[in-house]
């Protein structure tokens, strides 16, 4: 296998190899498949985007890092009221909070 041609996107690939092999990617997969009809359902308005996106950041930062779920479970709390709903409607997310 060839090796990658080094470019301003090597470390993008390579961080988003790490979190999707991570200890999260479980959580992290499920949480890219979210239809914009749920993260709706939680956070109805403009901010559901980016709410979603911000959880999708701080789960791929965890799972990167090999985090300590009840720091991942805190990051995502400090995100606020809203996107600790979100997570909770991924199985795998609910059951971090449920075992911390």
Request: hydrophobic content about 40%; overall charge negative; cysteine-free.
């Amino acid at each position: 296998m060839l090796p990658m041609k080094t470019n301003r996107f090597t470390k993008m690939f390579e961080d988003a190899d790490k979190a999707f092999s991570g200890l999260y990617a479980t959580q992290l997969s499920e949480l890219t498949k979210m239809s914009d009809q749920d993260f709706q359902s939680v956070s109805p308005g403009e901010d559901s985007g980016a709410i979603y996106t911000v959880l999708i950041d701080v789960v791929k930062e965890a799972s990167r890092k090999n985090m300590a779920q009840a720091e991942l479970v805190s990051n995502i709390k400090e995100l606020g009221e809203k996107a600790t709903k979100l997570a909770m409607k991924i199985p795998s997310l609910a059951a971090l909070f449920r075992e911390v």
